[in-house]
Nanobody, 121 residues
Framework: QVQLVESGGGLAQAGDSLRLSCAAS????????MGWFRQTPGKEREFVAR????????DYADAVKGRFTISKDNAKSTVYLQMNSLKLEDTAVYYC??????????????WGQGTQVTVSS
C-alpha cells in the first residue's frame, strides 16, 4: 500500500497561483505512475495531470494544459501540481493518486484524502 497526503489547497483569486503537494509513503517502490484528479459536487472525478514515477513523462487534461505543471521530487517522494492563471472553474477538491502500472486503472490504485481549492473572482 502507498499512503498519499495532499496539502497546499486553499482560497485563491482568479489569475492567482497555488501549488499542491502530494507526499507518498509506504511501498512507493511499487509505484510507477502518479496523478492529480479533481472533483466538484455532482460531477465525476476528472483527470488533471499525471507523471511517471521516474518523472520523465507527463500528461495533462486539455482544460489545464499550459496553466498547470506536474513535477516530482524523487528524494522527497513528493509530487507537485503548480497551478497558474487559476480560473473559477478550477474550483474543486483535488486528489492525488498512485498506481503500480499505467495498465492499472486509477480507481484500483491508491488515493489521498483530497484538498480543497476554491477560486473566487
Amino acid at each position: 500500500q502507498v499512503q498519499l497526503v495532499e496539502s497546499g489547497g486553499g482560497l485563491a483569486q482568479a489569475g492567482d497561483s497555488l501549488r499542491l503537494s502530494c507526499a507518498a509513503s509506504g511501498r512507493t517502490e511499487s509505484t510507477r505512475d502518479m496523478g492529480w484528479f479533481r472533483q466538484t459536487p455532482g460531477k465525476e472525478r476528472e483527470f488533471v495531470a499525471r507523471i511517471t514515477w521516474s518523472g520523465t513523462n507527463t500528461d495533462y487534461a486539455d482544460a489545464v494544459k499550459g496553466r498547470f505543471t506536474i513535477s516530482k521530487d524523487n528524494a522527497k517522494s513528493t509530487v507537485y501540481l503548480q497551478m497558474n492563471s487559476l480560473k473559477l472553474e478550477d474550483t474543486a477538491v483535488y486528489y492525488c493518486a498512485a498506481r503500480p502500472s499505467i495498465l492499472t486503472k486509477w480507481s484500483d490504485g491508491n488515493w489521498g484524502q483530497g484538498t480543497q481549492v476554491t477560486v473566487s473572482s
